[in-house]
């Protein structure tokens, strides 16, 4: 077998870095937080040990991994858009441990409380996919609308909000209280087209951004008309959520606002890498990756920037283990 040159520095630097992830830690100390982050450019997904600041290992995929979604217990699920394919990674040191074809154009997972089960958005079949996790493999599809794409569900596991489209004029609510039995009940035309949704801690409002215009729109949980538009910065933006704010990250504006959860009111905004889309929040910090400079940059929670470690050619999603 001969292999190239990318082939080789995958391998060399998987070797050199595994061994930071299985050492036994002393006295029983848990582990620190690790961050994914996937590489679409360069097929991997990295191993970020946030307490260290450094790459620690770099998981060879297929091609294209753009989206990662995480649990502690339940690994992570990452989509490949252009392969039609979804992997599932476990275990530490974190590997591949399934590939699961037969997508059209996988885009996000949900991993619902527990980890036995994600919910899977495919926009090329207009589907939800629901997989269960300790048996890898896709044990339901939905139906629920071309495009289907950005997701969030609620904290207590009941209710799904699925935006058709990166401008989507449509959201689809699914009730996903028994996983193998999901069913949409209802739909709705938000303000503008939506791209990003996100659930706050209490589950009591729905954020959802815009796709081309500098708005957010919160909902309550159960209603098909925004309670408030916010001003936000350049489109399109994504949300994560700490326990007293949210954190919004515009890749075009360069920037990662920090908003009162009661009312939305702006707290600090903080200066970050051009293509930095998206957000996650979690132990370790609040995580916005680049697609621009490749970079993970990672800020306090009260929206500080603290530092930045370059990742690959362009750094698309990232979650938290």
């Known amino acids: 077998m001969t292999l190239d040159r990318r082939s080789l520095l995958r ?6 870095v595994a061994p930071l992830l299985s050492r036994p830690l002393p006295g029983g100390a848990r582990p620190a937080p690790l961050a994914l982050v996937t590489a679409d450019e360069d097929g991997f997904v990295a191993v970020v040990d946030l307490a260290r600041r450094q790459v620690v290992r770099r998981v060879a995929t297929l091609d294209g991994p753009r989206s990662a979604e995480a649990r502690a217990g339940a690994g992570a699920v990452v989509g490949h858009a252009s392969e039609g394919a979804v992997t599932l990674l ?3 040191p974190l590997r591949v441990r399934r590939v699961l074809r037969g997508f059209g154009e ?3 997972a949900a991993i619902a409380a527990g980890g036995g089960h994600a919910f899977v ?6 589907e939800l996919a629901v997989l269960d996790l300790a048996r890898g493999r896709v044990v339901r599809r939905l139906e629920v609308g071309a495009g289907a794409r950005h997701m969030t569900l609620d904290p207590a596991g009941r209710r799904l909000w699925i935006a058709l489209g990166s401008t989507a004029s449509t959201v689809v609510v699914v009730d996903v209280s028994d996983p193998l039995t999901p069913r949409v009940v209802r739909r709705f035309a938000p303000p503008f087209g939506a791209h990003d949704l996100a659930f706050s801690p209490s589950g009591r409002r729905v954020w959802v951004t815009a796709g081309r215009t500098p708005q957010i729109a919160l909902y309550r949980a159960g209603a098909s ?3 408030a538009v916010l001003a936000a910065d350049t489109a399109p933006q994504h949300v994560a959520f700490g326990p007293h704010g949210a954190y919004v990250a515009s890749g075009e504006g360069r920037s990662l606002t920090v908003h009162a959860l009661d009312d939305g009111r702006v707290r600090r905004r903080a200066r970050i890498p051009l293509g930095s889309y998206n957000v996650a929040r979690g132990t370790g910090g609040v995580l916005t990756p680049s697609l621009g400079s490749g970079e993970l940059t990672v800020l306090d929670d009260g929206g500080r920037v603290r530092w930045a470690v370059s990742v690959a050619a362009a750094a698309h999603d990232a979650c938290l283990l």
Do not use: E, F, N, Q
Request: charged share 20%; net charge positive.
């Open 121 to 126: 958005t495919d926009s090329g079949h207009g």
């Open 11 to 16: 391998l060399a630097l998987a070797g050199a």
């Open 106 to 108: 996988p885009r996000y």
């Open 90 to 92: 476990s275990g530490r």
């Open 225 to 227: 008309r925004p309670a």
